[in-house]
């Protein structure tokens, strides 16, 4: 069985910072983490290696290069290989053109089955899964909450995708997009101790735009479909705290603020 | 011999109400607050003591300790658990726990002399709230505040976040008794002041249970004026600018009670709704209210005289109500256990150090530089900074906070996280001619560096360990390096 993983280190939202005094957002500043929808498709895969371990697994990321650690320990966890698509060129990509690269990545390998995440932390739109799929002319299932089996012999998966207050089970050949859920019970196995060291530049590869071989047209702002013609940023205002003591009363005007405020139907 | 002739021998001197074998509490007092996170997953890797026993007298403490010293039993003595340096850690297969929740007497209040006296079992909110309601104060408030024990406080050298005004523990013990591995009890008076050779209280002051058994302490009393506080906040530009408004303060002779510098990421876990995106300094200013005054006077000239660090002031009810809510109750400690069983998880750690003025601000830079550049895990970190929170007329401590995600297996937390971060801190500061720790003790964990932390005068301390514990059965491995115990660090 061969996977693909799609995996996009985001900025850690909690830590990013807008300057006020120079009108940026400080990106740089803040921590990378790995998203956590696909990070819950990595830990699907590894469990998938674990069951079978002829199981092969690349992830694949389209990050800055400073997301180098994270793919190293992926491969510490037991990922086969890592590739980063970095270059500077690559700024200002939006999701069609993230996904033309990853795709034009992913065509030069045969899988079963590529697996990611549904959205992404930081902007959430769920575009690339489905842009990818259509690039590879795959099928892709979306929001899938479990994976409930798989024959890669006959060539076919069955899922289950949350879809608010129903489970739909559908049954899907492969090879496939599949992207996942957030999972929390499904977790990144934990780094052994001794791998923590481990050198991996055999099983981690960096490729710029020249090794992909696209035309630089396909890239960046000029490949983007999407273009931003101006940013604006609120204004934020200080507003007076209002003060409650930790019982009824203070409860009860919590309440009271918030419904006024319409973040509470009464 | 093996544990069940430990706990043979313990029942030749105490019945059996007074000793706890359940396995439970066995594992619970295995290890204390370093390694919690294993301890929560139920990954440790330290023997479990014998028995945990808990004598009703300072007589039951002499035999106990007595019979352990005969027999080589290893003793870790205990009061209320919020050890945070490994001091609870047991490393021998045959160990005691001796536990002061027993001697949990209040013995006296003495309001016209300013002293009480407790048994080292006793809380120090539960001695707090009995002043409190004369008008007093103890003037200690370390944030375990309603949980930690006078014996456990005193044996660690703990300190207080009113620390600037009323010093630390060591500024407050008047006497106190105490009880040695031979069995012997020494009682030290309660006196003023003394120039009856060196100050001997400071043998078991700080001894974090590796030289005696703290039974009683006597502890002086403040007035309290709570009414009075004021509180001040700024937003600086940087640690070193707030540090130096501090030292103004303390150099011009003032006594705030609080007196704080936080870093910007050390701020934001603090003061997330104010502090937009600076560092912090803050003050408390307390007493009668001519002191208030003035107190309050000083900090604003030393604001005034160092302004081209301040950004702005911060709305003193912020700080006021900061203030409130900074203690750990034991249901605190608890839900963050719970959250490490059940969420895999938990925030960091700290390394609390202090220096001279001049070092400070030195030492803040290359820790945080060398950590960033130097330490492998350092795309796992998800908070690096720290603050200034004790402050002398000659200089302040540095307390490192650290947190981050946690990627290797709960039992290797430590060392692949705190130790190498911990070791940069240590290094820094043993270089600089600071102290590795402030207030937390040595435990188990900085045991390596005790001889570099002391230099010639280790001679004094190794002569006290001994004088008093030839047969080494205190607290095995508390403040004293021992190759043994090594495999437990690494
Ligand atoms: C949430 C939290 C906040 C904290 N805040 C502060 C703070 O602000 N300031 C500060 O200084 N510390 C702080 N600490 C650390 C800790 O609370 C102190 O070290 C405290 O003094 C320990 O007291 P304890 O009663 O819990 O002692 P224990 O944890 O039971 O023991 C601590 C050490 O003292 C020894 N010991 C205990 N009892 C005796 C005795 N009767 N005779 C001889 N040795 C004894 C033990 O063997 C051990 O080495 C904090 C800890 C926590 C968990």
Redesign the interface.
């Known amino acids: 069985m061969r996977i693909a993983c799609m995996l996009k280190p985001v900025l ?1 939202v909690g ?1 990013l ?1 807008y ?1 006020r005094d120079r009108n940026v957002l400080e990106r740089d500043r803040a ?3 790995l998203n956590p929808e696909d990070a819950t498709a990595v830990a699907m895969a590894l469990e998938l290696k674990r069951a079978d371990p002829a199981a092969t697994i690349e992830v694949v990321s389209m990050a800055p290069r ?1 997301a180098m ?2 793919l190293e ?1 992926l491969v510490r966890r037991g990922v086969d290989q890592a590739t980063l698509l970095t270059d500077r060129r690559h700024a200002g990509s939006d999701t069609w053109a993230t996904s033309r690269v990853l795709a034009h990545h992913l065509a030069t390998r045969d899988f079963d089955l590529v697996l990611c995440g549904t959205h992404t932390l930081d902007s959430g739109t769920g575009q690339v899964p489905a842009q990818v799929a259509e690039a590879l002319d795959l099928p892709l299932m979306a929001g899938v909450a479990e994976l409930v089996d798989l024959n890669t012999e006959e060539g076919w998966a069955v899922v289950d995708v949350d879809a608010e207050d129903v489970v739909l089970r559908f049954r899907v050949g492969l090879p496939a997009v599949l992207a996942f859920r957030y999972a929390p019970s499904r ?2 196995p ?4 001794g791998d ?2 481990r050198d991996v530049a055999g099983q981690v590869a960096v490729l710029g735009f020249d090794a992909l071989g696209m035309d630089e047209s396909e890239l960046g702002l000029r490949g983007s479909l999407t273009q931003v013609r101006r940013i604006e940023t609120d204004a934020l205002e200080a507003k007076d ?1 209002i ?1 409650v003591r930790a019982d009824r009363e203070g409860i009860d005007e919590v309440f009271r603020t918030l419904a006024e405020k319409g973040f509470l139907c009464r | 011999m093996d544990k069940n002739a430990v706990i043979e021998l313990v029942a030749q001197v105490l019945p059996a109400s007074q000793i706890n074998t359940a396995a439970d509490d066995l594992y619970d007092a295995s290890a204390d607050r370093y390694k919690k996170y294993a301890k929560a997953r139920k990954v440790l890797d330290v023997p479990t003591p014998a028995a945990i026993v808990y004598p009703r007298t300072t007589t039951e403490v002499a035999q106990i300790l007595t019979m352990c010293n005969e027999h080589g039993i290893n003793v870790i003595p205990r009061a209320g658990k919020t050890a945070t340096e490994g001091g609870l850690e047991n490393w021998k297969e045959n160990t005691l726990v001796v536990d002061a929740r027993d001697l949990d007497r209040i013995l006296e209040i003495d309001e016209y002399n300013m002293q009480a006296t407790v048994e080292a079992g006793v809380t120090l909110q539960r001695l707090e709230d009995e002043v409190n309601k004369l008008g007093l104060t103890t003037g200690h408030s370390p944030q375990s505040k309603p949980v930690a024990k006078y014996g456990g406080l005193v044996a660690t050298r703990s300190i207080g976040q009113f620390s600037t005004l009323y010093g630390g523990i060591e500024d407050m013990v008047v006497g106190l008794e105490c009880v040695f591995p031979d069995g012997h009890v020494s009682r030290i008076k309660n006196v003023p002041r003394r120039a009856g050779g060196p100050d001997i209280r400071h043998i078991a002051i700080g001894n974090e249970g590796a030289l005696c058994y703290i039974t009683e302490v006597t502890v002086k009393l403040f007035r309290h004026f709570p009414e009075n506080n004021a509180f001040f906040g700024y937003l600086v530009a940087d640690v070193a600018s707030g540090i130096k408004v501090l030292r103004e303060v303390m150099a011009n002779g003032y006594r705030p009670s609080v007196a704080r510098v936080y870093s910007e990421e050390d701020a934001r876990q603090h003061f997330e709704h104010f502090y937009k995106g600076h560092c912090v300094l803050l003050f408390m200013a307390e007493g009668t209210k001519g002191i208030v005054q003035a107190t309050s006077a000083g900090i604003e000239e030393a604001v005034e005289k160092f302004s081209d660090g301040i950004l702005e002031p911060v709305d003193p009810r912020h700080i006021a109500s900061w203030f409130e809510h900074l203690n750990w109750s034991q249901q605190d400690i608890d839900d963050e256990f719970q959250e490490m069983v059940d969420g895999d998880s938990h925030s960091g750690f700290t390394t609390e150090v202090s220096a001279d003025w001049a070092t400070i601000p030195v030492l803040y830079d290359r820790v945080i530089e060398r950590v960033r550049s130097e330490f492998p895990r350092a795309h796992d970190l998800t908070m690096l900074g720290g603050h200034s929170s004790h402050s002398y007329v000659n200089g302040t401590n540095m307390y490192f906070v650290y947190n981050y995600a946690i990627n290797c297996a709960p039992e290797d937390e430590m060392r692949v996280y705190h130790h190498p971060i911990q070791r940069i801190i240590v290094e820094e500061t043993l270089k600089l001619g600071g102290s590795m720790c402030h207030h937390h003790g040595i435990g188990k964990f900085r045991n390596e560096w005790t001889k570099d932390e002391h230099g010639s005068a280790y001679y004094m301390l190794d002569k006290l360990k001994q004088a008093f514990d030839p047969r080494g059965v205190m607290n095995f491995g508390t403040i004293f390096y021992q190759e043994e115990g090594a495999r437990f660090q690494r």
């Open positions: 850690d830590e910072r300057n921590r990378l983490v400073r650690p994270h320990d977790t990144l934990p780094i052994g101790y923590l060291t705290p003060r």
